[in-house]
Each structure stands twice: as C-alpha cells, then as structure tokens.
C-alpha cells in the first residue's frame, strides 16, 4: 500500500473515531446550558452557600442519560399475579443469600432487632430484594440519575430536584465527591436502597466509626434499614398480615382500596372479613386480595404491613419481603 493511502486511511480512521467521540459527547451533555438547572445553581448558592464555581462546574459534569429517562418512562410491567411475582423473589439463590448474610452480619442485626424491635429476617429481606444482598446496588452516578430526572422529565421533576438538593448536602456533609456515588437510574443508594432525603432523614452509624456509610459497611446498611421502618411506624411484636375468611355477604368494595390500615380488625370483620387467626379487634387493618395459583386469597394487612409498603408502595412487594423474611427464618433452622 502506497504511503499517502496509508496517511489516508490513517486520517479517515481518525476522523471516524473523533465523529463517534462528539456524537457520544453529543448524546450525553452537561446541563451547564439547561435553564432548570440555572436557576437550581442559584437556589444552591443562595439557600445553601454553595460556591457559584462549583456548582456549574457541577452541572457540566452531570450528564443527561437518555437510558434513564426511557428507564422511567418505559410503561410499566403488565401486572403479575401474586404467585408469578412471588416466585420472582423467593427463589433457592435468595433464600441462600439470606441466609448467608444473616450468618455474616449475625450481631448486626441481633443488635438492630434488640434496638429497634424490627426482626432480622425483615431487615435481611428488605436487603435481599433492593439489592441481591449488596451485590447489585445499580451503576449509574447518582449526579448523572438525579439530574437527568430533575431537569428532563417535567412530571416528576420537584421530586427530583429535592433529592438533587439533598444528594449534594449529604455529600457536602459526609465530605464525599458527588461523582464518586452510584445507585439507581432513580439514583437510590447503597444496600437498602435509600433516596437521598431518606439517607439524610434515616441512615445511622450503627458501626459507632464516625461515619453513617450505606454503600461498603452492611452493618451501618442494617441499622438504617431498621430505623427507617421504626420512623414509619414499625410496632414490635406485631405480626405483618393474617389471612381473612370473607363470608358470602362480605363487601368486596373495600378490598385493595389502600395501603394503609384504615380500618380495625373489628371493624373488618364487621364487613365480612374474619381472621383466620387470633388478633386483636382494635388493631389496625386493611383487606387485599392475591391472586394464587389455587385461586384469590383474602389476606388482613395490618400496622407492619402498611409500614413495609413505605419502602415500596406496593402490596405484592410486601407480601414478597414478609414471605422472604419467614422463608429465611426456615432455611436458617430457626433466628437463632
């Protein structure tokens, strides 16, 4: 081949590579230029004392993900039944993961169900299904997910913002570069999955280091995890859901009306809904359904349930964490 077909080839290689760099850099811009963001600079400076430098500096390097925003915007699953969506969570592997990590972090959690009054096996379920038990605590820079959210995806853009403003004074708080972080495409973080207002709200340093640290240190993850469902109302010792007996005349308008316990367990079976086993008429409850493969299942949701549905806003995800947690118990031979 000729010397100048060679420089040639050489230069068009060049030019090629160079094209997809811009086109990648193109596809992922800063949002120095976005107004939103602008204008969050100056709530930042002004409210927060940031410095004005640093926070465009800031802004240029949170990239705008469009991965994210299909991530969110994608229509959601068509809905599974209760006995699809349970075998999605309790499978052999996280039964065994549980109980790994129960084995690992033993006095963590004896001291968090001790301090707290939330039972292990809750705690390690909730670590279980956010994050396979710490191994998948997602890959996308928190500054990347919160800002892609907050200045490109208008319906939910307050939100997000608001985590944006607390990421950035946790960070600012704990002394940690906010491009060092990564979470979710919703920009969760660490094993227990929390938003940033709720690490700033909830995450303990139960390891007593100085430090309440959610992404390397599982017994600080425990801690926050039990406090959390303490501050949302966790009431020790009380089961989570019994199953109901609805009788021929019972008003199925009320089942899977809310998530929260708006009702009394009297109150319910006044309505047609007995429980299946003893607890207390006063006790606060809603009635659900899940679909089993044998058929629709009536089921008392009570306090620690509508407690659990705080983490996720959803009644299978809190069926899967309560049957997770008892699946452990058993796999384990018993708490202790």
Same mark, same amino acid.
């Given at each position: 081949?000729?010397?100048?077909?060679?420089?040639?080839? @050489?230069?068009?290689?060049?030019?090629?590579?160079?094209?997809?760099?811009?086109?990648?850099?193109?596809?992922?811009?800063?949002?120095?230029?976005? /107004?939103?963001?602008?204008?969050?600079?100056?709530?930042?400076?002004?409210?927060?004392?940031?410095?004005?430098?640093?926070?465009?500096?800031?802004?240029?390097?949170?990239?705008?993900?469009?991965?994210?925003?299909?991530?969110?915007?994608?229509?959601?699953?068509?809905?599974?039944?209760?006995?699809?969506?349970?075998?999605?969570?309790? #499978?052999?592997?996280?039964?065994?993961?549980?109980?790994?990590?129960?084995?690992?972090?033993?006095?963590?959690?004896?001291?968090?169900?001790?301090?707290?009054?939330?039972?292990?096996?809750?705690?390690?379920?909730?670590?279980?299904?956010? #994050?396979?038990?710490?191994?998948?605590?997602?890959?996308?820079?928190?500054?990347?997910?919160?800002?892609?959210?907050?200045?490109?995806?208008?319906?939910?853009?307050?939100?997000? #913002?608001?985590?944006?403003?607390?990421?950035?004074?946790?960070?600012?708080?704990?002394?940690?570069?906010?491009?060092?972080?990564?979470?979710?495409?919703?920009?969760?973080?660490?094993?227990?999955?929390?938003?940033?207002?709720?690490?700033?709200?909830?995450?303990?340093?139960?390891?007593?280091?100085?430090?309440?640290?959610?992404?390397?240190?599982? #017994?600080?993850?425990? =801690?926050?995890?039990?406090?959390?469902?303490?501050?949302?109302? @966790?009431?020790?010792?009380?089961?989570?859901?019994?199953?109901?007996?609805?009788?021929?005349?019972?008003?199925?308008?009320?089942?899977?009306?809310?998530?929260?316990?708006?009702?009394?367990?009297?109150?319910?079976?006044?309505? =047609?809904?007995?429980?299946?086993?003893?607890?207390?008429?006063?006790?606060?409850?809603?009635?659900?359904?899940?679909?089993?493969? /044998?058929?629709?299942?009536?089921?008392?949701?009570?306090?620690?349930?509508?407690?659990?549905?705080?983490?996720?806003?959803?009644?299978?995800?809190?069926?899967?964490?309560?049957?997770?947690?008892?699946?452990?118990?058993?796999?384990?031979?018993?708490?202790?």
């Amino acid at each position: 081949m000729k010397i100048g077909a060679v420089v040639l080839k @050489w230069t068009s290689g060049l030019l090629i590579g160079l094209g997809l760099t811009l086109a990648a850099c193109a596809q992922e811009p800063g949002h120095d230029k976005n /107004q939103q963001a602008q204008k969050f600079v100056d709530y930042m400076v002004q409210e927060h004392s940031f410095s004005r430098e640093e926070m465009q500096q800031l802004m240029r390097e949170a990239k705008r993900k469009d991965s994210i925003l299909k991530a969110i915007k994608r229509p959601a699953e068509k809905a599974k039944p209760w006995h699809e969506y349970r075998k999605m969570f309790l #499978t052999p592997q996280s039964i065994a993961g549980g109980v790994d990590f129960w084995d690992k972090n033993a006095e963590a959690l004896a001291e968090a169900e001790k301090k707290y009054g939330v039972p292990a096996e809750m705690i390690v379920a909730i670590i279980g299904i956010e #994050t396979r038990y710490g191994g998948n605590m997602g890959g996308y820079r928190v500054l990347d997910a919160l800002s892609t959210l907050a200045f490109n995806y208008p319906r939910r853009s307050a939100f997000f #913002t608001k985590e944006l403003e607390n990421y950035l004074l946790l960070t600012r708080e704990q002394g940690v570069d906010p491009l060092a972080l990564k979470g979710s495409y919703a920009g969760a973080m660490g094993y227990g999955q929390f938003m940033p207002s709720s690490y700033r709200s909830y995450a303990v340093d139960f390891s007593n280091d100085g430090k309440a640290d959610i992404w390397n240190n599982p #017994t600080d993850a425990i =801690g926050s995890v039990a406090n959390y469902f303490v501050k949302h109302g @966790w009431k020790p010792g009380e089961p989570v859901a019994v199953l109901a007996s609805p009788r021929p005349n019972a008003d199925m308008t009320i089942v899977n009306d809310t998530l929260q316990a708006e009702w009394t367990v009297g109150e319910l079976a006044n309505k =047609g809904f007995n429980a299946t086993s003893q607890v207390a008429a006063e006790m606060p409850a809603n009635v659900f359904s899940l679909q089993t493969e /044998q058929g629709k299942q009536y089921w008392l949701g009570l306090n620690n349930f509508a407690t659990i549905t705080r983490y996720n806003r959803s009644r299978l995800y809190a069926m899967a964490v309560n049957d997770l947690a008892q699946e452990i118990v058993k796999a384990r031979g018993g708490k202790s």
